[in-house]
């Protein structure tokens, strides 16, 4: 049996080779990834107000992501520019790079009364359970700790309106009810965790 | 199946076991994904699966330790379809394909021996529900319903739709919202609304039913009441009832509920949720007799997400398989022992009664029943007598057949 495949995943299945997860090749994707670095940062550690750093993130995360920018699921112009027609395997590989560097995360001034409410509040609406009790995630749940504090509000309010879709529903849910004092302190707790 | 999201018209379990407040006054204390779990002494870290939704190469398909009864072989009759979920066959063959997260509809025909597959439609809001008739393909997402007349026709540019969206008026809750789509022997179109929680209370007249509607989207006419979620249903080719598979709630326990096939009599028959499942009541609800209730034609194992299931018409299986139900179980997550991840047959009886659920196709699961590598969700019989099943987990389409 032999499939062509029609669209955007039209090469991937050509050059797909034994072992696709293992086998994504970090080092073709630094070559993809150029024009990437003006927003996420050299090696993937953003500087930039409410990007997210990539470095050091989960590669399912990261593919799956890069997907739902490529389909136009998840909203964002720019990244949905970005992803536009880039085929399955460069996705792969792009992922497999950016999960290799290592996050330099760059923490926000500590305010004490913050951390405690954050802390408090991710263990009364279990964000370790899925995020993994240090937050560095695991499969399509992404790493939380040391990411940019800006991001992680932005992005929690993005989840709270609706205006952010994922491969499911549980973050929309798992965010309900939070105040934005709520999402501000867990955001800042995240941010300084290592 | 996943039970995410948000429950704004929903009152938890958890508070509804407390009693103490006024059903809407309180804000919800617990995400509604995991209401329930807090006192069912199940693993705090069960949580759905990872999808897939890159391209996965023929040659890491597990096609070599997929197990189907003697005097049957297994192959794979297209792969390259992430998230490939329920089927639909065209007049002229083509194989019309749904999705949830990946948003598309693909098209697969059979050209010279060799497998194309089209993507037809992208950036949907889970185009789940997928029926043919007529020589229009109608898909129902989410948020939409869709119809391309002549679709056999253009299948490299099947151009705009038409849009029954507002004739419809679905309700547009992401959680359960997913649909089954399936034309009736009646000519209408029939579909499901599924419950936007775990378990709660909500109007059963809206939620939590199967429905059908002429095809334009009018008259519409309730089913089956109290059916939480189903994803699958089919029509029997001799009696022309409606039946449907079910999802049973989540955190309960590891054995309570049972997902469970359901034999509807009469439209508007009320199938128990969320009351109960069988003689089962379910303690975060108020109690009610399940006596009341339409009772289960058969119990299809906890967890298992029994979701895309069709009669088997003709003997091409032989006379064993005529008019039995062929059924795809996804795979449980909220099960601390993985079950399901395979096509089972229920068997019936000349009276449509139950009297087995049979094994078909196994071995997605591996021995140590921690890892998998595919997640059947439909079964759909061609004209030439096969069956395929589909794998959203690595985006293919196997084909049984008698050797």
Redesign the interface.
């Given at each position: 049996?032999?499939?062509?495949?029609?669209?955007?995943?039209a090469l991937?299945?050509a050059l797909?080779?034994?072992?696709?997860v293992a086998a994504a090749d970090a080092a073709r994707g630094q070559a993809l990834a150029e024009s990437c670095a003006a927003c996420h940062g050299p090696g993937g550690n953003s500087q930039l107000d409410l990007v997210p750093s990539l470095a050091g993130q989960q590669p399912?995360f990261l593919?799956?992501q890069m997907?739902?920018f490529r389909?136009?699921?998840r909203a964002f112009p720019p990244m949905n520019e970005a992803m536009k027609g880039v085929v399955?395997?460069d996705?792969?590989d792009l992922a497999a790079y950016y999960a290799s560097l290592t996050l330099e995360p760059q923490p926000p001034a500590r305010d004490a009364a913050k951390v405690e409410r954050g802390k408090a509040l991710s263990a009364?609406?279990?964000c370790g359970?899925?995020h993994l009790p240090d937050y560095s995630g695991q499969?399509?749940?992404p790493r939380i700790a040391g990411q940019r504090e800006d991001f992680l509000l932005h992005t929690m309010l993005e989840y709270q309106q609706?205006k952010r879709?994922g491969?499911?529903?549980?973050m929309?849910?798992?965010?309900?009810?939070l105040s934005e004092a709520d999402l501000e302190a867990l955001a800042h707790y995240l941010a300084l965790q290592r | 199946m996943?039970t995410?999201?948000?429950?704004r018209l929903a009152l938890g379990a958890a508070l509804l076991a407390a009693a103490a407040v006024p059903a809407y006054a309180q804000?919800?204390?617990v995400?509604?994904?995991?209401v329930g779990r807090e006192g069912s002494g199940m693993s705090?870290?069960l949580?759905?699966h990872?999808?897939k939704?890159?391209?996965?190469?023929?040659?890491?398909l597990p096609i070599n330790d997929l197990r189907v009864p003697d005097g049957f072989k297994i192959?794979?009759?297209?792969?390259?379809?992430?998230g490939a979920r329920m089927m639909a066959v065209g007049d002229r063959g083509t194989v019309f394909v749904g999705s949830r997260?990946?948003?598309?509809v693909y098209a697969i025909s059979d050209e010279g021996g060799?497998?194309?597959?089209?993507?037809i439609a992208?950036?949907l809001?889970q185009p789940n529900g997928i029926a043919f008739k007529d020589g229009a393909l109608t898909v129902i997402a989410i948020n939409q319903v869709l119809r391309w007349e002549g679709i056999e026709g253009k299948l490299d540019n099947p151009g705009q739709p038409t849009d029954l969206t507002s004739a419809f008026n679905l309700p547009p809750e992401?959680?359960h919202g997913w649909k089954f789509a399936g034309f009736g022997p009646d000519g209408r179109l029939y579909t499901n609304v599924g419950v936007p929680c775990n378990v709660c209370e909500f109007d059963r007249d809206r939620y939590a039913i199967l429905v059908s509607f002429r095809p334009d989207g009018s008259d519409r006419r309730i089913e089956a009441r109290g059916i939480r979620n189903s994803v699958g249903f089919d029509f029997h080719p001799a009696t022309r009832e409606l039946w449907a598979t079910n999802n049973g709630r989540d955190w309960a326990g590891n054995d309570v509920p049972e997902d469970t096939l359901h034999r509807v009599r009469r439209s508007g028959e009320d199938h128990g949720f969320p009351f109960c499942v069988g003689d089962w009541n379910d303690p975060a609800v108020p109690r009610r007799a399940c006596s009341e209730f339409e009772q289960p034609a058969a119990k299809l194992g906890p967890h298992v997400a029994a979701l895309g299931m069709r009669f088997y018409r003709g003997t091409g299986f032989g006379a064993e398989y005529e008019n039995q139900i062929f059924i795809a179980r996804r795979g449980s997550w909220n099960r601390e022992k993985k079950s399901g991840y395979d096509v089972v047959v229920a068997k019936l009886d000349g009276q449509g009664r139950v009297t087995g659920i049979q094994p078909f196709l196994t071995g997605f699961l591996d021995a140590s029943g921690e890892k998998f590598t595919g997640r059947p969700v439909d079964v759909q019989q061609l004209q030439d007598g096969s069956l395929l099943v589909a794998d959203e987990q690595l985006g293919a389409i196997y084909r049984i057949s008698r050797r």
């Open positions: 049996m032999r499939t062509t495949l029609m669209g955007a995943a991937a299945a797909l080779f034994p072992g696709a399912l593919t799956l997907i739902l389909e136009g699921i399955d395997r996705i792969e009364t609406h279990h359970s899925c499969n399509q749940v609706q879709s491969t499911d529903t549980a929309n849910a798992a965010l309900y009810g | 996943a995410f999201a948000s429950m804000q919800q204390q995400p509604a994904w995991a705090p870290t949580a759905p990872a999808p939704l890159t391209v996965t190469p023929e040659n890491e192959e794979v009759w297209a792969h390259g379809a992430p997260v990946i948003g598309r060799q497998r194309r597959v089209r993507i992208q950036g809001k992401e959680h």
